[in-house]
Nanobody
Framework: QVQLVESGGGLVQAGGSLRLSCAAS????????MGWFRQAPGKEREFVAH????????YYADSVKGRFTISRDNAKNTVDLQMNSLKPEDTAVYYC??????????????????WGQGTQVTVSS
C-alpha cells in the first residue's frame, strides 16, 4: 500500500499562486505515476495533472495547461503542483493520487488506487 498526505492549500486572491505538495510513503517503489485531481462543491472530481514516476513525462487538463506545473522528487517521494494565475473557478478540494498499474488513461480516477485526504484551495475574486 501507498499512503499519501497533501499540504499547501489555502486562500489566495485571483491571479495569485499556491504550491501544493504530496508526500508518499509505504510501498513507493510500486508507483508508476502520480496525479492531482480536484473536486469543486456540487461537481464531480476531475483530473488536473499527471506525472510519470520514472520518466517525468507530464500531462495536464486543458483548463490548467500553461498555468499549473507538476513536478516530482523521487528521492523525497514527493509530488508538487505549482499553481499560478489562479482563477475563482480553480476553487476546489485538491487530491493527490498514486497509480500502481501501467495505463494510457492517466486522467481516469479508476486507474489510481491510493488517495490523499485532500487539501482545500480557495481563490477569491
Amino acid at each position: 500500500q501507498v499512503q499519501l498526505v497533501e499540504s499547501g492549500g489555502g486562500l489566495v486572491q485571483a491571479g495569485g499562486s499556491l504550491r501544493l505538495s504530496c508526500a508518499a510513503s509505504g510501498r513507493t517503489f510500486t508507483i508508476y505515476g502520480m496525479g492531482w485531481f480536484r473536486q469543486a462543491p456540487g461537481k464531480e472530481r476531475e483530473f488536473v495533472a499527471h506525472i510519470s514516476w520514472s520518466s517525468s513525462s507530464t500531462y495536464y487538463a486543458d483548463s490548467v495547461k500553461g498555468r499549473f506545473t507538476i513536478s516530482r522528487d523521487n528521492a523525497k517521494n514527493t509530488v508538487d503542483l505549482q499553481m499560478n494565475s489562479l482563477k475563482p473557478e480553480d476553487t476546489a478540494v485538491y487530491y493527490c493520487a498514486a497509480r500502481r498499474i501501467y495505463t494510457n488513461y492517466v486522467n481516469k480516477e479508476s486507474q489510481y488506487d491510493s488517495w490523499g485526504q485532500g487539501t482545500q484551495v480557495t481563490v477569491s475574486s
